[in-house]
């Protein structure tokens, strides 16, 4: 029976079919078996298949019952296909979690990240020397607490309390820890926290209040220990850069960096007011918490213990100043040895310098020279009252082995280049004429 049918390609997605006509319908008939197929052997379509595809039309009797046969023939096959294709496409989805899911246990990496490609990061030469020095260098840094014993007002209980905290750095593998004086000062106990957050309760070995500078130990294992290299001072130059390690305001393990803005700066020590000379200035961050930690150079090596900043009220940023390694070396070797510091002094007790001004004359005041003293046993003259209580001005001195002798600073600075047992030449103004008075220095950690 002949087909006549029409069949539109959109017929399967929006149009409806149009009704069926048996007039003036082109007619398609297929290859039959005998004649040459247009396929392979293996491979053989649906004939409707193929009329959808090329849009045909098929005109089928629309009164046969072989019309419906084939319109079910194909929607059977249609539906063949499509659940084929869907199963096929759920299948691939299954297997591609799978492997997913697989890898994740596998390589064992985040499953955020796991989804995410990044490009490695890029460092200039000079960012990766910044990364390598603060990593080779942060294991000698550590953290001290202060800790001070307070009594409860209300409970009466005596309790260990922080109140302050500061930096430092290992010295030696004997556990050696060097930092700044007024960072332990008025401390009950000290805790020294060390890179892998280890902490170790320590004690004191030694401090020099007038350099503010302090040596304490911890018994911590020496493989943990690790002490910082040591540089030199005296060839430093304005402009180099710098790097400084702390932990400000109680963050661990800071780096700030900058340059050494200055040179032979002159402070004064928080604990006694004696100057510190050859003092470094730096634009390095140092804020509260950097105090006793190292300043280094680019290679790494130390240079300088971050003491102090200055600060102008109001102003957003300000200036740090580092004691030099020179004179820190020196000091350290001799607290690690003795347990103190011993200084040439004079042996005398001085008027402030605004006194001196007001006197109109130039010089330090003798206000006290003992009679066990060196500047006592060699005939130096102190302030005193007479009868009446009249004020007797003793001696001032003028210049030490011909330096000049200006102010209290200027007396520290030379004494600070003698050596216990030297004999130096004091010259002062006695009355209305000037005197020279030769004194042994002895060392004596009270006085002057």
């Not at 392979?40 to 595809?53: C, E, F, G, K």
């Amino acid at each position: 029976m002949a087909a006549s049918s029409v069949l539109n390609s959109t017929f399967f997605f929006s149009s409806t079919p149009p009704p069926p006509s048996p007039y003036n319908r082109k007619s398609i008939s297929f290859p039959s078996s005998s004649s040459k197929s247009l396929f392979p052997p293996r491979y053989s379509p649906n004939p409707l298949i193929l009329s959808i595809h090329q849009n045909s039309l098929i005109t089928p009797n629309c009164n046969s019952s072989s019309n419906n046969n084939n319109n079910s023939l194909f929607a059977k096959q249609n539906r063949f296909f499509f659940f084929s294709s869907a199963a096929l496409d759920s299948l691939l989805l299954l297997c591609a979690s799978l492997a997913l899911s697989i890898s994740l246990f596998v390589v064992d990496v985040d499953s955020a990240s796991a989804f995410v490609v990044t490009t490695p990061r890029k460092l200039q030469t000079d960012e990766l020397a910044t990364v390598r020095l603060f990593q080779e260098n942060t294991p000698s840094v550590v953290y001290i607490t202060n800790l001070a014993v307070k009594q409860d007002a209300f409970t009466l209980d005596v309790l260990e309390v922080p109140q302050g905290s500061g930096s430092g750095f290992v010295w030696d593998k004997q556990g050696h820890i060097v930092t700044n004086y007024h960072v332990i000062r008025g401390a009950s106990d000290l805790r020294v926290t060390l890179a892998d957050q280890t902490t170790y309760d320590a004690k004191v070995v030694g401090f020099d209040q007038d350099k503010d500078v302090a040596v304490l130990r911890v018994d911590a294992p020496k493989d943990k220990l690790r002490p910082i290299p040591v540089g030199i001072s005296a060839d430093l130059l304005v402009g180099q850069k710098v790097f400084a390690i702390g932990n400000p305001f109680g963050l661990d393990h800071t780096l700030t960096t900058g340059v050494i803005s200055g040179l032979r700066r002159e402070i004064s020590s928080a604990a006694t007011g004696r100057p510190i000379q050859d003092v470094i200035q730096t634009d390095a961050a140092i804020n509260p918490g950097n105090s006793g930690g190292p300043l280094l150079d680019s290679s790494g090596s130390l240079i300088g213990i971050n003491t102090a900043i200055y600060s102008p009220s109001g102003a957003s940023s300000g200036v740090g100043f580092s004691i030099p390694v020179d004179t820190v070396g020196g000091i350290v070797d001799q607290l690690v040895r003795f347990g103190k510091v011993t200084r040439p002094i004079l042996g005398i007790k001085f008027a402030p310098d605004q006194s001196v001004e007001q006197l109109g004359v130039s010089g330090v005041l003798v206000l006290d020279a003992p009679a066990s003293g060196p500047a006592g046993k060699a005939g130096l003259q102190p302030t005193k009252r007479d009868a009446y209580g009249r004020l007797i001005l003793g001696d001032i001195i003028t210049s030490v082995n011909g330096k000049k002798v200006t102010n209290g600073s200027d007396l520290y600075r030379i004494l600070d280049q003698c050596k216990v047992g030297e004999k130096v030449t004091v010259e002062v103004l006695r009355g209305d004429h000037k005197e020279k008075i030769p004194v042994t220095l002895e060392p004596k950690a009270d006085e002057s």
